[in-house]
């Protein structure tokens, strides 16, 4: 069990440049997220997705596209990178909130940096 | 507008002692929490969760209390030990809403 893959791990590109960041997750969970994460501000949601086919806007969307196609794959995709989306950007998965137990499982980061 | 805050951006303790990470939410329709660890260059696990039907919860060094009057938890550590610095998020869902909200972390450093 790999659970929660992100590719690649670092990446420098020039602003306007386009990238897509890959995410994977093999415990066939339903939500996946993507989050980003700066010094002194914490985890913010960027996109998420409910289940295969279905994306929404989470507190900072602006600048980013996601596409959920498959279950286990949820893809993240800057089309003109600014230097603000310097930061790293984790992606994470969970079941559907049933009984006491929900919790996410994050994948391991890609550190991103735009000059 | 934070619904869940993290006042304290750092604490440092002895090793042996306890730590207190504390957490206060806004939002009264949140009702259930959520602790995160996270080590530097990884991304963050699940350490301990709670449910609001409940004020406390433990396993085994860490044990998580909620008092829903306040809006208020609070995460303890006893005994502390070096290896559990890293810095801790608590998250909280609710209202209808699976999707948790996260507050900014507390740097955690255990002195040897």
């Known amino acids: 069990n790999a659970g929660v893959t992100q590719t690649p791990k670092f990446r420098v590109l020039k602003t306007g440049q386009s990238m897509t960041l890959l995410c994977a997750q093999d415990m066939n969970h339903e939500y996946m997220y993507w989050y980003r994460q700066d010094p002194g501000m914490g985890l913010r949601l960027i996109h998420y997705?409910?289940?295969?086919?279905?994306?929404a806007k989470g507190e900072v969307p602006d600048g980013y596209n996601v596409s959920r196609l498959k279950k286990q794959n949820f893809l993240l995709g800057l089309e003109s990178a600014a230097p603000s989306q310097t930061s790293v950007y984790f992606c994470?998965?969970?079941?559907?909130?049933?009984?006491?137990?929900?919790?996410?499982?994050f994948g391991p980061g890609t550190r991103l940096t735009v000059t | 507008d934070q619904q869940v805050k993290q006042n304290s951006p750092s604490l440092s303790v002895q090793e042996g002692r306890i730590s207190i990470l504390n957490c206060d939410y806004t939002?009264?329709?949140?009702?259930?929490f959520l602790w995160y660890k996270k080590y530097p260059a990884e991304g963050p696990t699940f350490l301990i969760s709670i449910s609001s039907i409940k004020d406390k919860n433990e396993d085994g060094r860490f044990t998580v209390f909620l008092n829903k009057s306040a809006k208020h938890l609070s995460l303890h550590i006893v005994p502390s030990q070096p290896g559990d610095s890293a810095v801790y998020f608590c998250?909280?869902?609710?209202?209808?809403?699976?999707?948790?909200?996260f507050g900014r972390g507390t740097s955690l450093i255990v002195h040897p």
């Open positions: 997705s409910v289940g295969e086919g279905t994306t």
């Open positions: 994470a998965s969970s079941q559907l909130r049933t009984g006491a137990s929900y919790e996410q499982y």
């Open positions: 939002n009264s329709m949140f009702d259930y």
């Open positions: 998250a909280a869902s609710g209202g209808g809403s699976y999707i948790p909200t």
